[in-house]
Each structure stands twice: as C-alpha cells, then as structure tokens.
C-alpha cells in the first residue's frame, strides 16, 4: 500500500496569469447566496473570472456600517481595500453587497446596540447608506468609485434571489 501519487493523477486547474481587475467585489459568505453572487456579478455587473478581486467576509459591507462602534471591523475591510488597490492599478470600482436576513450583520447589531435594542426589522438596505457615506472619503482618496446593493430574497423559501441598486 502507498500513499504516493504519480504526478500524472494530480488534477490541475488554469491560473489567471497576469489579471488586470477593475473591481473588488465586497459580499457574505452565506452559503445560501454564492452561487446568485457569482451569476450577478458575471451577468449584471459584466465581470468574469480575472475581472475582479471577492472579498468574502460574513456579513459582507454589513461590516462597514459601523465605523464608530466597531471600529476592528472597519479597519479591516479599509486596510484590505486599500492594500488591493496598491496592488492592483486597474482597479476603479467597489461594489458592496449586503443581504437579506443576513445572520452576521443581526449578530453584529446586537454587539453593537444589546440584544434588547437590536433591530427586528431587516436593516440591510439601510446599511448600504451607512457603508457609502462611512467610507466616500476612503474610496475618494484611493479614486475607486462605489456601487451599492442589495440582495433579496424572492418566491416562496427563498429560492430566488435579485438585487437592487442602492444610490
Ligand atoms: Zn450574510
């Protein structure tokens, strides 16, 4: 018995070499949106494998929406934009996703205003407004222009999922 393999059976897979992106795409790592994520970035934002840089966090931008209470959260993700954009001198646009019934970002709310106070409305869409406004003068600075939305869920259980621009 071996535990070898021939450099034959190993499977191998093609690399962007040398990718140009024009967009980080900011979104949640819920497993019920990825694959609606994937197909409204190739088909509603026109950017395909190699176009773009994910950025996939829980909560997605739902953890830029409190810059002053979670001051970690926003470091992070204002760190992470800006290293890219260091890296990467294509880039020109930021997209920003946040969610329906997203579980981190209602997690995150009650950290940041007690379990008592936290919200029982969904407050994702209004998050959005938040995110821009928290981080123009981040985005300004490194000239990368953001485009806001918000992921909902359509039909019955939530099979279907649209996206609406946020302005
Ligand atoms: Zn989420």
Redesign the pocket.
């Known amino acids: 018995m071996s535990t070898l393999v021939r450099a034959e059976e190993i499977l191998v897979y093609d690399a962007d070499v040398d990718p140009s992106c024009e967009a980080i795409v900011v979104q949640?790592s819920?497993p019920r949106l990825q694959r609606a994520f994937r197909e409204f970035t190739a088909t509603e934002l026109g950017l395909g494998a190699g176009d773009f840089m994910p950025l996939v966090v829980?909560?997605?931008a739902s953890v830029l929406a409190h810059p002053q209470r979670l001051p970690k959260e926003f470091k992070f993700m204002r760190d992470r934009l800006e290293f890219y954009r260091a890296m990467m001198p294509s880039l020109r646009r930021v997209v920003l996703i946040t969610?329906e019934g997203?579980?981190?970002?209602r997690a995150l709310k009650k950290r940041v205003v007690g379990a008592r106070d936290a919200p029982r409305e969904e407050t994702g869409h209004e998050d959005l407004k938040v995110v821009g406004a928290a981080l123009a003068s981040t985005l300004a600075r490194l000239e990368l222009t953001p485009e806001l939305y918000y992921a909902r869920f359509i039909g019955p259980g939530g099979a279907r999922v649209s996206f609406e621009r946020v302005v």
């Open positions: 949640c819920d829980s909560g997605g969610h997203c579980r981190y970002s």
